[in-house]
T-cell receptor, first 115, second 109 residues
Framework: GAGVSQSPSNKVTEKGKDVELRCDPI?????LYWYRQSLGQGLEFLIY????????KSGLPSDRFSAERTGGSVSTLTIQRTQQEDSAVYLC?????????????FGNGTRLTVT | DAKTTQPPSMDCAEGRAANLPCNHS???????VYWYRQIHSQGPQYIIH???NNETNEMASLIITEDRKSSTLILPHATLRDTAVYYC??????????FGAGTTVTVRA
């Protein structure tokens, strides 16, 4: 079946511009995550959505970052006034929730380069 | 604080079994052990997870010690396409997955 889809796969933007990154989770998955991975580094948690609950935004690095999830499905991560340190791969993951702690399924990410 | 400890790198011969160790000495009773891998330029790929019992699927086997303080991921017949960074993760009620540095596995012909 279809996995997690992210678009665009690559994005080059100028410093100071805003960017929007999109994530289409696996159908029926109620939980959605955004992570960030800088070059050669591990994954950094950004934000978590679960159903209609308030999202956990504790990982967002600054107020230039925001995310929304419309209709419990597609999610958009927005970065305003991009800075060079925002350059990274932004990964989205989705999962079902339940007592067996279903695994997260990741997309292939959006590689953001801020020039 | 790191919940798991993995060797930074290891080599494996193609066609042989690859045994990837992970220490999680502070694991608590309700925490699962998960394994993911990340091939260059791709998102992390789920491999397997377990709580107490050994687990096997089409990709790998997971052996968890009786005291649950360590585990081993076994790739039974490594291929060149198994070259990747392998992450061992402990996950409890916290819905977040915390990824450490993982083990860089290089499969050599």
């Amino acid at each position: 079946g279809a996995g997690v889809s992210q678009s665009p796969s690559n994005k080059v933007t100028e410093k100071g511009k805003d960017v929007e990154l999109r994530c289409d989770p696996i159908s029926g998955h109620t939980a959605l995550y955004w992570y960030r991975q800088s070059l050669g580094q591990g994954l950094e948690f950004l934000i978590y959505f679960q159903g209609n609950s308030a999202p956990d935004k504790s990982g967002l690095p600054s107020d230039r970052f925001s995310a929304e999830r419309t209709g419990g499905s597609v999610s958009t991560l927005t970065i305003q006034r991009t800075q060079q340190e925002d350059s990274a791969v932004y990964l989205c993951a989705s999962t079902q929730t339940g007592p067996k702690r279903s695994p997260l399924h990741f997309g292939n990410g959006t590689r953001l380069t801020v020039t | 604080d790191a919940k798991t400890t993995q060797p930074p790198s290891m080599d494996c011969a193609e066609g042989r079994a690859a045994n990837l160790p992970c220490n999680h000495s502070t694991i608590s009773g309700n925490e699962y052990v998960y394994w993911y891998r990340q091939i260059h330029s791709q998102g992390p790929q789920y491999i397997i997870h377990g709580l107490k019992n050994n687990e096997t699927n089409e990709m790998a086997s997971l052996i968890i010690t009786e005291d649950r303080k360590s585990s081993t991921l076994i790739l039974p017949h490594a291929t060149l396409r198994d070259t990747a960074v392998y992450y061992c993760i402990v996950r409890g009620d916290d819905y977040k997955l915390s990824f450490g540095a993982g083990t860089t596995v290089t499969v050599r012909a």
